[in-house]
Structure formats: C-alpha cells, structure tokens
C-alpha cells in the first residue's frame, strides 16, 4: 500500500505539473541566470521561491523533477505498451505455430539479447543525426523509444511463447481446431486471454527498468535533450557541480528515479503475488 500511494503520488506529480509545478521549466522568458546554482530554501540563505534550489540554468529543481518525470513516465510507458505488443504477437505465432517460425523468431530473440539498449541507442542516434542533423532533438524521444522497444520485446515473446506452448495442446483449443475456427481467431479469442496473466506482471516490472535505461541513456547524452528536464539529465547536469557542494541539482532528481522506480518494482511484485497466490 505504501509502493502503491508513493506511485500515484509520482504519476499524479507527473501527470498535472503544468498546474502543480511552481515554475515552467521550457519557458525561457522566466529563467534568470542570477538565479543559478541556488540552494534549498530550507538551507542556509536560500531563495524561498525555490523549495528545492534551482540548477545552472536557474530553473527550479521542483519543478523540473515534476517535469522530468513526466517525461521518464511518458517514454516508458511507450516503450512497454510497443514492446508488449511485439512480443505478445510474435510469442503467439512463435508457440502456436512452431515448425521454422518458431526458430527463426527464437533465433531473432537470441540476437536481440546480445545488443543492449544503450549500445543500440547510440547506433540509432548515430545514424539519425547522420541522415537528419537538424532534427537531434526531435529525433531524440523517437531513439529512446525505438532503442527500448528493441531489446525490451524479446522477454514478452519468451513468455508468452512457453504459455503458448502449453495452451495449445489442451482441449478447449483442440475443439475449435475440431470446429473449423481459423488459427488466427484461436490465437487471438481463446489463447491470448489465457497467456496476458504473465504479461500483466512482466510489464509492470519493465516499466521501473525502461525508466532506469531513459534516465541512464539521457545522462549519456544520447537521450533527451539538454533542453529537456529529463530526470537523466537533471542528473548529468548535477553530476558537473556535485564535488563543489551544490548536491540539490543531482540528489532530488535521483530520489525522484529512485521513488519511481522501487514503488512501480514493489507494485509488480505484488501483481505477481496476486495473480500466482502459490508463489507466495
């Protein structure tokens, strides 16, 4: 319960900051350099206008963490809702099919394991702004997403294979085969019902990790922009004035990721816990 209401309170912080953040971080007209590197306002002389201090470019921390998880949330959630729908399809034909389709899609998976997402994102981004130099930004959520959906589709399509496997050997299957109902129809009316429970609970736990992999891909600047309060790059950014004591700009973004993260991780686990009360 206490993963459950951290998480909401993240989402909804997320969700309404245009209308809860004190300051907008993407309008440039308000932001003063004077107001650079401030610190908290509970701390020693600090501006009260900023609860949790500003950072180089004098935008308020509370505000660009609100905005910043939006933007974490947001290519997250992309990325797994594309990456359920690939690997659910592709796991469907896989089990249910079998013969050389299953092999070649389970070969595909065994590459795809070999790639991580940040060496697959560098190769997007490298190739983006070869082919499009004056679109990095806007090129730059299309690599976040496309570089997570890549690797992110291999474990629904295992998944969802084995349950497959299984499903389609048992009567209510052979039935329909017996009835004359198409394969595809099979697949989509009676096995996939059956196969979801697994795919519910392994795509909350991915949300936390394609999170951790925006956060860490921003950070190595091969992410979202600069101009963007992503959470990564909030802590990139801090990381630069960490050793000389304004730690506001690095710590408040990573408890944000870290928030994020343990509440969502602890959310799927219950999931599972509920759906599967013998693993308990």
């Given amino acids: 319960m206490v993963a459950a209401a951290i998480a909401l309170l993240c989402v909804s912080c997320a969700v309404f900051a245009p209308w809860l953040a004190p300051h907008n971080p993407f309008d440039l007209a308000t932001l003063e350099l004077s107001n ?26 509370l505000s660009a963490v609100m905005y910043g998880a939006r ?30 389709i299953d092999a070649f899609l389970m070969r595909l998976c065994d590459v795809m394991l070999s790639f991580p997402a940040i060496l697959i994102a560098l190769l997007i981004a490298g190739v983006g702004r070869a082919l499009f130099p ?24 295992r998944t969802v294979r084995g349950s497959t496997l299984i499903e389609r050997n048992k009567e209510y299957v052979q039935a329909a085969r017996v009835t004359g109902v198409p394969p595809l129809r099979i697949m989509r009316r009676h096995v996939l019902p059956n196969v979801l429970g697994p795919v519910l609970v392994l795509a909350t736990i991915q949300v936390a990790s394609a999170i951790i992999i925006e956060a860490t891909l921003s950070f190595l600047g091969v992410g979202a922009p600069v101009t963007a309060p992503s959470l990564g790059t909030l802590i990139r950014i801090g990381n630069d004035y960490l050793f000389s004591g304004e730690w506001w700009i690095t710590v408040f973004p990573g408890a944000m990721l870290v928030l994020i993260s343990l509440s969502v991780n602890l959310l799927g686990d219950w999931l599972r816990d509920a759906l599967n009360p013998r693993l308990r």
């Fill in 36 to 61: 650079a590197r401030l610190p908290p306002s509970w701390m020693e002389g600090g501006n009260p206008a900023f609860l949790l201090g500003t950072e180089d470019q004098g935008r308020d921390i």
């Fill in 71 to 100: 933007i974490s949330l947001a290519v997250g959630l992309t990325s797994v809702l594309l990456s359920v729908v690939v690997g659910v399809a592709l796991g469907l034909l896989a089990g249910f099919l079998g013969g050389w």
């Fill in 134 to 157: 004056d679109a990095q930004d806007s090129l730059a959520f299309g690599v976040l997403v496309l570089s997570i959906t890549l690797t992110g589709w291999v474990q629904y399509a």
